[in-house]
């Protein structure tokens, strides 16, 4: 892969992983009782560990089953992967002085990136079709 690639692929990898956050944010303000503004405003700025915490909990007592436990395993290795991906995985390569070193890590890095865009790409396609079926069943409540 090239780095003009990588750095496309990244974004992408990124958008995806915001995507999924906000999807959560609006599936938990829709289906949590009480008004839509008013929940979403308690997780609005809420990390997505805290988010996923309160969304498996409402999952629990409403009895809802669309995330399985394999999905929350996926949804809490989001967070692993966005962090890797925000903060560490240009550093993984960038400082690395010898040219074929560096290509090497790069390469690497690279591999690693192709792997979680797949997983992360389909993820949060079926949170966004959960999402929008989830609206079109709660038509009743706001979105902001």
Not at 98 to 111: L, R, S, T, Y
Request: proline share 1%; net charge neutral; hydrophobic share 30%.
């Amino acid at each position: 892969m090239d780095y003009d690639t990588f750095k496309l692929i990244h974004s992408e990898l990124i958008m995806s992983v915001q995507y999924i956050e906000q999807d959560l944010k609006l599936i938990y303000s829709i289906l949590k009782g009480g008004e839509f503004n008013d929940n979403y405003s308690d997780v609005e700025n809420s990390p997505l560990g805290k988010l996923l915490r309160s969304l498996r909990e409402m999952d629990k007592e409403l009895g809802y089953s669309k995330f399985k436990e394999k999905d929350y395993e996926l949804l809490n290795q989001i967070r692993e992967i966005r962090n890797y991906w925000c903060h560490q995985c240009y550093i993984d390569f960038h400082y690395i002085e010898d040219p074929q070193a560096h290509e090497k890590a790069f390469q690497k890095v690279a591999v690693r990136l192709h792997e979680d865009e797949l997983r992360v790409y389909e993820l949060q396609q079926k949170i966004e079709k959960l999402r929008k079926s989830v609206e079109r069943k709660h038509r009743h409540k706001k979105r902001i």
